[in-house]
T-cell receptor, first 115, second 111 residues
């Protein structure tokens, strides 16, 4: 597609529930990133995919967070047993091969609210 | 560790120049970026600079890099009300390709 698409744009869930957030990157971009942006903060890195594999998942806060990219395009971020502290905007970005001189294109994000 | 620092707020009058400053700690950073975020929107890449450059100009935007002091600035000439947004400085995090962001500077442009 023309840009990075994230769905849903907003998600409200109850504490303890499971959620899935979807990212559809720019066609042909092999690198895909998930970031989390809390209120008043800059985005914080969660996980980076190069193709189908997670090249770096060091930013995932704990084992309740998991992400997949089974066919090397669409990615899903999964959060189990959600907590109120998980409330944030989850941003996805893609990049051509992960090379820094191409920049990173971000989606509009999914605003997750855990009540 | 890696950290990117920015002042949180800047207010200017329409038509004036805005200068947003950023300091970073990772001297091995090869690329440094400026992103713009408008309310409810994603991050828009404004410009980036490679570490072997001191300055980059792109229309109304001028980026200055002082590697010795690890200081990056973004100057917006003839600032317009449409420039009101949060501006994020980011450094390239190294081999794994992730970006490290500052907390953002909220630019308010008064008519």
């Amino acid at each position: 597609g023309a840009g990075v698409s994230q769905t849903p744009s907003n998600k409200v869930t109850e504490k303890g529930k499971y959620v899935e957030l979807r990212c559809d990157p720019i066609s042909g971009h092999t690198a895909l990133y998930w970031y989390r942006q809390s209120l008043g903060q800059g985005p914080e890195f969660l996980i980076y995919f190069q193709g189908t594999g997670a090249a770096d998942d060091s930013g995932l806060p704990n084992d309740r967070f998991f992400a997949v990219r089974p066919e090397g395009s669409v990615s899903t971020l999964k959060i189990q047993r959600t907590e109120r502290g998980d409330s944030a905007v989850y941003l996805c970005a893609s990049s051509r091969q992960g090379l820094p001189n191409y920049g990173y294109t971000f989606g509009s994000g999914t605003r997750l609210t855990v009540v | 560790g890696e950290d990117v620092e920015q002042s949180l707020f800047l207010s200017v009058r329409e038509g004036d120049s805005s200068v947003i400053n950023c300091t970073y700690t990772d001297s091995s950073s090869t690329y440094l970026y400026w992103y713009k975020q408008e309310p409810g929107a994603g991050l828009q890449l404004l410009t980036y600079i490679f570490s072997n450059m001191d300055m980059k100009q792109d229309q109304r935007l001028t980026v200055l890099l002082n590697k010795k002091d690890k200081h990056l600035s973004l100057r917006i000439a003839d600032t317009q009300t449409g420039d009101s947004a949060i501006y994020f400085c980011a450094e390239f995090g190294g081999s794994q390709g992730n970006l490290i962001f500052g907390k953002g500077t909220k630019l308010s442009v008064k008519p």
